[in-house]
């Protein structure tokens, strides 16, 4: 069986790579995929514009595809699995209906709330005055957010009336997040720590994948400007059994079975992201439609299941009795980005220390923003690499992969020093 993955991050070369490895699978192409891809034996990178699914249905049909498997979220939310079943093409991933659970967070407050789905209490707004109004008996810290995609970016937690003054007017009257922020929630803020819960879905049944964590602030100590994801491990010590059980009957199953019951049956990753409380209570912040980047690379590490055996599974509803096997290991990984990211870098610049295809004892390098020019690793984009260490605790595979890490390097690389803080302080307890 031949499969197309679509993507060019990590999170897309840590799913092409556990494919590849099914005795089900011969070859994963990837569209358009990174310098990674292209350098890992069973992969193939293929130049096709994935918003384009008219050329995604001619290549299937072309290179004998059995399954199409869609990494990022927007073609999700443009209904790339609605054209798919149309022309016959398995296609993995959540329908545009579905998809709805990420693409508009008032069409999932309003769910989570009809279905009684711990969240945050919120307000929705189109108009300025309505919202500043609001906003001057809303209690500080407050959060506003833009209501369609934002790439991470449409989220602002302020401190102070004046930050949350000026949030909602650049997004409401000043068009900051352009379409997307047309419609604005008022958010209550929520304390605890924060928790990565992705389960696979089949319309009705779901399967936990292992707990995650990752770091969205570029900085260490979590400082700095918001970005897709600096660094995640996994598990997460926060999400103990009685936690994990706790989000699988108050969160998933509620959101699976609302979903069905409302005719927008979810199959497909299904990702919470979720603040769980000191007192282990958890509420959802939001759901993404899609696996994690980098949740992936890690978490993906730990899977000793046939991954393309599950996702057949929940294509096919057949996802009751599914029981993925998780290495017993600790998996953390560190993004090194592009100088400047999440605003303004270069790319271009020559990658040196990496070999072959990266895999050495303990440790596994994914690329997102790079592309091959000769034998030369150039790279492409904010997020360049995210490298993976294993080990016995986080503290082990923390060292593993910062040990890795000393070696690669390119003009103006940057990575945080510090991830998997967290994790480790609940260790040494
Ligand atoms: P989102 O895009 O909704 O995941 O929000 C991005 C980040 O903003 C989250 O990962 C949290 O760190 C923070 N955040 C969002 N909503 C809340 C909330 N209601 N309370 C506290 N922090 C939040
Ligand atoms: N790492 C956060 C995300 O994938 O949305």
């Known amino acids: 069986m031949n499969l197309l993955v679509l993507g060019s991050g990590g999170r897309e070369h840590a799913l092409a790579w556990k494919l590849a490895q099914s005795d089900s699978v011969s070859c994963v192409y990837v569209a358009p995929g990174n310098a990674g891809t292209a350098m890992e034996d069973f992969l193939h990178n293929v130049n096709l514009d994935i918003a384009d699914f008219g050329a995604v249905a001619t290549f299937v049909r072309q290179f004998d595809v059995g399954?199409?498997?869609?990494?990022?979220?927007?073609?999700?939310?443009?209904?790339?699995?609605?054209?798919?079943?149309?022309?016959?093409?398995?296609?993995?991933?959540?329908?545009?209906?579905?998809?709805?659970?990420?693409?508009?967070?008032?069409?999932?407050?309003?769910?989570?709330?009809?279905?009684?789905?711990?969240?945050?209490?919120?307000?929705?707004?189109?108009?300025?005055?309505?919202?500043?109004?609001?906003?001057?008996?809303?209690a500080l810290p407050v959060v506003i957010k833009a209501d369609g995609l934002a790439a991470g970016k449409g989220v602002v937690v302020a401190l102070n009336a004046r930050q949350a003054q000026q949030a909602v007017t650049d997004m409401l009257a000043h068009n900051t997040f352009g379409?997307?922020?047309?419609?604005?929630?008022?958010?209550?803020?929520?304390?605890?720590?924060?928790?990565?819960?992705?389960?696979?879905?089949?319309?009705?049944?779901?399967?936990?994948?292992?707990?995650?964590?990752?770091?969205?602030?570029?900085?260490?100590?979590d400082k700095g400007p918001n970005t897709g994801g600096m660094g995640a491990y996994s598990p997460a010590p926060i999400?103990?059994?009685?936690?994990?059980?706790?989000?699988?009957?108050?969160?998933?199953?509620?959101?699976?079975?609302?979903?069905?019951?409302?005719?927008?049956?979810?199959?497909?990753?299904?990702?919470?992201?979720?603040?769980?409380?000191?007192?282990?209570?958890?509420?959802?912040?939001?759901?993404?439609?899609?696996?994690?980047?980098?949740?992936?690379?890690?978490?993906?590490?730990?899977?000793?299941?046939?991954?393309?055996?599950?996702?057949?599974?929940?294509?096919?509803?057949?996802l009751k009795d599914a029981l993925p096997v998780w290495d017993e290991n600790v998996t953390l990984g560190v993004v090194m980005a592009?100088?400047?990211?999440?605003?303004?870098?270069?790319?271009?610049?020559?990658?040196?220390?990496?070999?072959?295809?990266?895999?050495?004892?303990?440790?596994?390098?994914?690329?997102?923003?790079?592309?091959?020019?000769?034998?030369?690793?150039?790279?492409n984009g904010g997020r360049v690499l995210c490298v993976v260490g294993r080990g016995r605790s986080t503290l082990e595979a923390q060292s593993r992969a910062y040990a890795r890490i000393a070696s690669i390097t390119w003009k103006d690389a940057y990575y945080r020093t510090d991830i998997g803080y967290r994790a480790i302080s609940h260790e040494k307890k």
């Open 179 to 221: 379409e997307a922020g047309h419609r604005v929630l008022i958010e209550e803020f929520l304390e605890g720590e924060e928790a990565s819960f992705i389960c696979l879905c089949d319309g009705t049944f779901s399967v936990a994948f292992a707990s995650s964590q990752d770091h969205k602030a570029r900085d260490d100590g």
């Open 239 to 318: 999400v103990n059994e009685e936690v994990a059980a706790r989000i699988m009957r108050e969160v998933i199953e509620p959101t699976v079975k609302g979903m069905s019951d409302e005719g927008m049956p979810y199959q497909g990753f299904l990702y919470a992201g979720l603040m769980v409380a000191a007192d282990g209570s958890v509420r959802v912040i939001e759901f993404n439609c899609r696996f994690g980047d980098p949740e992936a690379q890690p978490v993906l590490m730990r899977l000793q299941s046939d991954l393309y055996d599950l996702l057949r599974k929940s294509l096919a509803g057949e």
């Open 67 to 138: 399954m199409v498997v869609v990494g990022p979220e927007v073609p999700l939310v443009n209904g790339i699995r609605d054209y798919m079943d149309h022309e016959n093409i398995a296609c993995f991933g959540p329908s545009k209906a579905a998809a709805q659970l990420e693409g508009s967070k008032t069409f999932s407050k309003e769910f989570l709330v009809r279905h009684g789905i711990p969240t945050a209490r919120f307000e929705s707004f189109t108009e300025l005055e309505p919202a500043l109004a609001y906003l001057e008996h809303s």
């Open 338 to 379: 592009a100088g400047g990211y999440p605003g303004n870098y270069q790319t271009g610049c020559v990658i040196t220390g990496l070999t072959d295809t990266d895999v050495q004892a303990d440790t596994k390098v994914f690329h997102a923003g790079t592309r091959t020019a000769g034998t030369e690793v150039l790279t």
